[in-house]
């Protein structure tokens, strides 16, 4: 009798932990990041990617709060002390054109200036960067801002997907 009481709140109890401390599902509500993720897919959230002293990577997909406090899903494409720079819409980190398969199209702004990245900041942007506000409008995020690293589309179940970390080279 016990063992039927026992597990199911162990159960219960685990998928609480998970929930709240581990995983937290999200859903995509512009498309600033197509076709990566689309409006009205789901998400999961690692919370606890970057913990233990774990940094965030170039590639990964963060979620972060901006400076509106609002929760904003984009791409790391820069760390500390990274120098970046955009021309002809397309991204050179550290003196080395970016390849990024992930765009929807060719972007068409510029950083007429290099942007040094400063400590504990990342440089982020929008895969669908025609319709993105990111550091390009409002400079490096803190670290400390990052909640997590999307790990996987989960709906609609056509656009399941596992994502892969995009390593850049430095």
Not at 62 to 77: L, M, N, Q, T, W
Not at 78 to 107: C, F, H, M, S, T
Not at 115 to 137: A, C, K, T, W
Request: zero cysteines.
């Amino acid at each position: 009798m016990a063992t039927r009481v026992l597990i199911p709140v162990a159960f219960a109890g685990l998928l609480w932990f998970l929930l709240t401390d581990v995983l937290r599902f999200g859903t995509v509500v512009s498309d600033s990041m197509s076709p990566t993720l689309e409006i009205g897919d789901y998400y999961i959230l690692r919370l606890d990617t970057y913990a233990n002293g774990q940094e965030p990577r170039r590639g990964d997909v963060v979620v972060f709060y901006g400076p509106d406090s609002e929760a904003y899903v984009k791409r790391v494409i820069g760390v500390e002390n990274d120098l970046i720079g955009i021309a002809g819409g397309r991204v050179w980190l550290n003196q080395k054109w970016l390849v990024e398969p992930y765009l929807k199209e060719q972007p068409v702004t510029e950083i007429p200036l290099a942007v040094r990245i400063p400590e504990d900041h990342l440089f982020v942007l929008g895969d669908n960067r025609n319709q993105s506000e990111d550091s390009r409008d409002y400079g490096p995020i803190p670290v400390e801002v990052v909640l997590g690293r999307v790990t996987d589309t989960v709906w609609p179940p056509s656009r399941i997907s596992r994502f892969p970390r995009v390593l850049y080279e430095e």
